[in-house]
């Protein structure tokens, strides 16, 4: 992924060729960060348009994340909890490696990496294991929240969605965002319980609300929980 630094972050972003474009156009979005997009054709200056549009990227990647550098001393959360990470430079380590123990995320990586590419890869190393911890926590605690309140569903997939945490296809299908690992406990059992009450209705009306409500009594705080935190974990 090309980089530049603009004041003093350094901000990555990718470049796509669009056979349809008429001219250069900037677009960020929570999933995919600083996307440029040329005209086929184009022969442009990249750096000079991104420092020229510096005010513009600084303020609109700000509404996505914490500009988390992924060096040790920084935290991450999980499950509503700051952890402590570390990243640990280890001759042993052919790619970055996470070991998670209490609140701790230790983060190995290559004593060769260069220095360039070691935020992407503690990063990506991090987003892998938080991928995986959410395909381990989420499936049974659904399972075990709809055999507590009736419900039955068909699949459940983790996703990566950019703007929900949680959706209910018209099939009975349910999809978690990974990213709600970082949440609370509550706040996930409360985005479970919003899905499958999908199942037995599918729009956001009163009676879906108070179907909510009789298994999530205090659902608003949840909501306005994940509403206030939303930004924090890339996701809007
Ligand atoms: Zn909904």
Redesign the pocket.
């Known amino acids: 992924m090309p980089e530049i630094q603009l004041d003093n972050q350094i901000i990555s972003y990718t470049i796509q060729k669009s056979s349809r474009a008429r001219r250069i156009s900037l677009k960020i979005d929570a999933e995919k960060g600083l996307q440029v997009i040329l005209p086929a054709r184009a022969k442009v200056d990249v750096d000079e348009i991104l420092h020229e549009k510096r005010k513009w990227i600084q303020k609109h990647l700000g509404k996505f994340a914490p500009h988390r550098q992924y060096i040790s001393g920084e935290t991450v959360p999980l499950y509503g909890v700051d952890c402590l990470l570390q990243v640990v430079p280890a001759a042993s380590a052919n790619r970055a490696t996470v070991i998670y123990k209490d609140d701790i995320f230790a983060v190995k990586i290559p004593t060769n990496l260069k220095p360039s590419l070691r935020r992407e890869a503690v990063r990506a190393s991090l987003e892998n294991w938080y991928r995986r911890e959410a395909k381990r926590y989420i499936p049974p605690e659904t399972a075990r929240l709809a055999a507590k309140f009736g419900f039955s569903y068909q699949n459940i997939t983790i996703r990566g969605q950019k703007t929900r945490w949680g959706s209910c296809s018209s099939h009975g299908n349910l999809n978690f965002n990974w990213r709600l690992i970082m949440t609370p406990p509550e706040a996930i059992e409360y985005v479970i319980i919003?899905?499958l009450c999908?199942l037995n209705v599918p729009d956001?009306s009163a009676r879906f609300w108070s179907l909510v409500a009789q298994f999530c009594p205090n659902y608003r705080v949840h909501v306005d929980w994940l509403k206030n935190h939303a930004h924090l974990y890339n996701l809007i």
């Open positions: 919003h899905e999908h956001h």
